[in-house]
């Protein structure tokens, strides 16, 4: 049963969700996950370069390379938000051709599956793209062992993709591809558009699908998101941002190109400039954050000290920041190997590793749609633990923060670890994170996030505690972290916000319940006159609850601007939180 407090004289105006999709958000319950990690293959040969993506129902899909047969083949198994494994023990097989298939990138499917990418070399010993889309019982649904994407000419590698944005029915649900094409000294950035039958929308696979660059030089792979620009219910197009050596100087510059979902090459031939400044810049991630628009973001050598910087990109790919990006973080020592997501309100969430002390460090930022720093200028400790934390990865919270994970060796081994922070910059899981895989005397490494849809991620990683490399998987709960790690009693009840505030219409705040309670809530003017009332009272479960207020009285007016407080009774304990409105 779908449990909330409603509120009158609309329902929906004021409420508290205790559920997301019908399922607790979080429940020290649901005890299939293990505190060191579930496995999710252990075979015993060794299972790399792993990739995850949800499964759109609170589990995820895993994808890795993996030579239990001699050639390095493509094995992929599906976890349910409970840990269990949902396909064959070791892995389902993706593709297990001849000659060598790896790396592997995995892309959302539909009704609960994945769609798998990868380089290929099994027809001339040069590396082409192949791809199999896999149900939500790992069976494959295109021909066996995948379908080629491009068996053009020269090398294609390190393949990712994205949902096309397709609502489905008559709107077939398909994918955006890109890869990297040739040699060092002649590469192209090539995209491809790929229906939910697995054939190619723009080329044939002989042709190898469209080129956004070419003629490049010592370029990296690229990556991309939807633009989000195009029919309503109807496939999307994508941006593509890649490094290249291209100027005076050998030295990487960032450059970015659109494609619109006809497959038409938008902006500027072989891409615009993100930044051209001298010095290397490398390593961008890119975000979308509506209309079209784009954010990305790189580490940038202008200076002797490595930084971050970031440039918004519009639908026509102007610049919207300074030539060359605003900073993100000039602390000294280098900052590396970003990464991005959206923040809900035009803005995004930055991680990076930070070496401005003695032992490698995780920081965050958060940046809003002028490209200002909402947080300390040279961005938060993700995770105050001694020893080093590097290589974050990071998704969404679904309320306007982010979740991260990193490797961590406060133990000396390399462990994984996890954070939750809100809108605001706060830590919701202590200071030093929650441990995902920490196992004595072992290494555990490379680690990926995947939403898990409830204010909570999956966390994968490489782990050696067998001595040959497995693949192993936690789920980071929305109050808790790890489910094996209990909510801390001194700050067990509490309500916090999780979106911007001072507040323009529509407040998000969590209330973290560290027991059963019987809750009310209502809104009050500064005067302590009722605003919104509470409709009734209901028995809500341990974990994390978003309360929501879209800034209206009860007779569904807009209120003022001033101050207003939000009023919860969770049992014997009253939490009230100042809400500020401005219009």
């Avoid at 050596?245 to 960032?254: F, K, L």
């Avoid at 605001?424 to 920490?438: A, I, K, R």
Wanted: aromatic share 6%; with cysteine; charged share 15%.
């Amino acid at each position: 049963m779908r449990s909330r407090i409603t509120f009158r004289p609309s329902p929906f105006r004021l409420w508290l969700l205790a559920t997301v999709a019908g399922t607790s958000i979080a429940s020290p319950a649901l005890a299939g996950w293990l505190a060191t990690g579930n496995p999710a293959c252990t075979e015993p040969h060794a299972q790399n370069n792993l990739s995850i993506v949800s499964d759109e129902a609170s589990g995820a899909v895993l994808t890795w390379q993996d030579d239990r047969f001699g050639n390095i083949d493509i094995f992929a198994q599906r976890v349910d938000s409970t840990g269990a494994k949902l396909w064959t023990a070791d892995g389902v097989f993706v593709c297990t051709q001849s000659a060598f298939q790896n790396m592997p990138s995995a892309a959302v499917g539909f009704n609960n599956g994945a769609t798998i990418f990868w380089q290929d070399a099994r027809l001339t010993g040069e590396f082409d793209i192949y791809a199999q889309r896999l149900s939500a019982t790992g069976a494959p649904l295109w021909a066996l062992d995948g379908v080629p994407l491009s068996t053009a000419s020269h090398n294609q590698g390190r393949p990712v993709a994205i949902s096309d944005g397709a609502a489905g029915g008559i709107n077939p649900h398909g994918y955006i591809a890109t890869w990297l094409e040739g040699s060092a000294g002649d590469q192209a950035i090539v995209v491809q558009h790929v229906n939910e039958s697995g054939t190619g929308l723009w080329t044939s696979a002989a042709i190898g699908g469209i080129r956004l660059a070419i003629a490049l030089s010592n370029a990296s792979h690229p990556r991309l998101v939807t633009d989000n620009t195009g029919t309503l219910q109807g496939s999307k197009g994508a941006v593509v941002v890649w490094p290249d050596e291209r100027t005076v100087g050998n030295a990487h510059d960032i450059f970015a190109r659109r494609v619109d979902n006809a497959g038409t090459p938008q902006w500027m031939a072989n891409g615009v400039p993100v930044c051209d400044h001298v010095g290397e810049q490398q390593n961008p991630d890119l975000v979308h954050i509506g209309n079209g628009s784009v954010i990305v973001v790189w580490d940038d050598s202008r200076t002797p000290d490595r930084d971050i910087y970031a440039q918004m990109l519009d639908v026509t790919g102007s610049s919207q920041w300074a030539d060359n990006g605003l900073p993100v973080c000039q602390s000294s020592g280098a900052q590396s190997a970003p990464r991005i997501v959206n923040d809900g309100a035009l803005g995004a969430i930055v991680v990076w590793t930070d070496d401005r002390s003695v032992d490698s460090k995780v920081y965050a930022q958060r940046i809003d749609v002028n490209g200002q720093r909402l947080w300390d200028p040279n961005g938060i400790p993700v995770c105050s633990a001694s020893g080093t934390q590097t290589f974050p990865a990071i998704t969404s919270d679904g309320a306007g923060g982010a979740i991260v994970a990193w490797t961590d060796r406060r133990n000396g081994d390399a462990d994984i670890y996890a954070q939750r922070i809100d809108a605001n910059g706060n830590l919701l899981w202590g200071p030093t994170g929650s441990p995902m895989g920490v196992v004595a005397s072992s290494n555990q490494l490379s680690c990926l996030v995947a939403s898990d849809g409830k204010l909570g991620a999956l966390v994968a990683w490489g782990d050696l505690r067998t001595g040959t490399s497995d693949i192993y998987i936690n789920r980071a709960f929305a109050s808790y972290g790890n489910v094996d790690v209990p909510l801390d009693a001194a700050v067990a009840t509490r309500l916090v916000f999780v979106s911007s505030h001072p507040a323009s219409g529509a407040i998000l705040m969590r209330l973290d319940l560290s027991a059963p309670a019987e809750v009310e809530m209502a809104v009050l003017d500064a005067a302590g006159r009722r605003v919104q009332s509470g409709g009734r009272t209901e028995m809500l479960d341990s974990g994390s609850h978003l309360l929501t207020w879209d800034g209206r009285d009860d007779a569904g007016s807009a209120v003022r601007p001033g101050v207003y407080f939000a009023r919860v009774r969770a049992g014997a304990t009253t939490l009230v939180k100042r809400i500020v409105e401005v219009r």
